[in-house]
T-cell receptor, first 114, second 112 residues
Framework: GAVVSQHPSRVICKSGTSVKIECRSLDFQATTMFWYRQFPKQSLMLMATSNEGSKATYEQGVEKDKFLINHASLTLSTLTVTSAHPEDSSFYIC??????????FGQGTRLTVV | ELKVEQNPLFLSMQEGKNYTIYCNYSTTSDRLYWYRQDPGKSLESLFV?????AVKQEGRLMASLDTKARLSTLHITAAVHDLSATYFCAVDRYSGNTPLVFGKGTRLSVIA
């Protein structure tokens, strides 16, 4: 089946620094990818839709200047958390779909801001 | 606003027992997805239910979909400890290449 690879799996950063998370579709082209955030013991919440070659679409309440999304190729989307703060600590998961088939998820990135 | 409601949210069951998790949704979607999540891990796809009346089974898990009632069930038969995890149902937000909208998840603990 289709594979989505996410890197890094864990990252610890200092408050005020930026962190980049990569999401790659390994065996298919993804014109659209989705970024979710999951706080402990909660469900997945959509942050933004990443569109290849155009601007991302952010969900209401998600700061686009803080969570920078770049989808420069058909196999790579990146999420950069800028000026990270402890409240940004969370589990970030990317996803891609092949048409309307089932969604494929990356391994997730555990971000801890200290 | 599209809503996906799961119940129960927490489930502690003894090994060998049966139980059902329910997933209600507010959209007219004709498909529904079930995922499993282990602590600290991402989502593992369990079932993709593509039409009304769809029933799928894998091991001790069986999922069904009733699009008229906007209800899906995940039935656990003779639970074993390895089934302990959080189970999410999800529906398409729109048609086409769309994000998913998830229920809050059911945290299942199977005890001896």
């Amino acid at each position: 089946g289709a594979v989505v690879s996410q890197h890094p799996s864990r990252v610890i950063c200092k408050s005020g620094t930026s962190v980049k998370i990569e999401c790659r579709s390994l065996d298919f082209q993804a014109t659209t990818m989705f970024w979710y955030r999951q706080f402990p013991k909660q469900s997945l919440m959509l942050m933004a839709t990443s569109n290849e070659g155009s601007k991302a679409t952010y969900e209401q309440g998600v700061e686009k200047d803080k969570f920078l999304i770049n989808h420069a190729s058909l196999t790579l989307s990146t999420l950069t958390v800028t000026s990270a703060h402890p409240e940004d600590s969370s589990f970030y998961i990317c996803s891609a779909r092949v048409g309307r088939l089932e969604a494929f998820f990356g391994q997730g990135t555990r971000l801890t801001v200290v | 606003e599209l809503k996906v409601e799961q119940n129960p949210l927490f489930l502690s069951m003894q090994e060998g027992k049966n139980y059902t998790i329910y997933c209600n949704y507010s959209t007219t979607s004709d498909r529904l997805y079930w995922y499993r999540q282990d602590p600290g891990k991402s989502l593992e796809s369990l079932f993709v239910l593509l039409s009304n009346g769809a029933v799928k089974q894998e091991g001790r898990l069986m999922a069904s979909l009733d699009t008229k009632a906007r209800l899906s069930t995940l039935h656990i038969t003779a639970a074993v400890h390895d089934l302990s995890a959080t189970y999410f149902c999800a529906v398409d937000r729109y048609s086409g290449n769309t994000p998913l909208v998830f229920g809050k998840g059911t945290r299942l603990s199977v005890i001896a």
